[in-house]
């Protein structure tokens, strides 16, 4: 099975993280932590910083690994490294996602998370 490696930032302000809303593929309209594959060459908090840019024109402050998830979807292997990150400003536009909400940690049910990501809002709700 083929093993995809991603990096997934948890974005904070106050006591509400950023989650988005797919926009394509076969789990459209499910929620998750932005982020993506890393490329060659790249460190995690590196492909975490163009990612964030290149999905939501926004700038970030990576903070520390706050867990790697390594889940099995039925087509390949995800291993997962989701980091504690800040916003260094206001601005953010969806270029890629449907939509995106701030959510607290008693809303973060409200949405469909994606499989991989629900160790993470486990962690986010205790």
């Not at 993280?17 to 797919?22: D, H, K, L, S």
């Not at 492909?47 to 990576?62: C, D, F, K, P």
């Not at 400003?89 to 469909?112: I, K, M, T, Y």
Request: aromatic share 10%; with cysteine; glycine share 8%.
């Amino acid at each position: 099975m083929k093993t995809i490696e991603v990096v997934a930032a948890v974005i904070r302000r106050g006591v509400s993280v950023f989650a988005t809303q797919r926009g394509y593929g076969p789990w459209k309209d499910w929620w998750e932590f932005p982020g993506g594959k890393i490329e060659a060459g790249e460190t995690p908090q590196e492909a975490l910083v163009r990612e964030i840019r290149e999905e939501l024109s926004a700038e970030i402050s990576v903070g520390p690994l706050l867990k790697t998830v390594e889940w099995d979807y039925p087509d390949f292997h995800l291993t997962m490294h989701c980091y504690l990150c800040s916003l260094t400003g206001e601005a953010l536009h969806l270029n890629e996602h449907e939509a995106a909400r701030w959510l607290s940690a008693s809303e973060l049910r409200s949405v469909r998370w994606l499989p991989a990501d629900e160790g993470v809002v486990e962690m986010l709700e205790g």
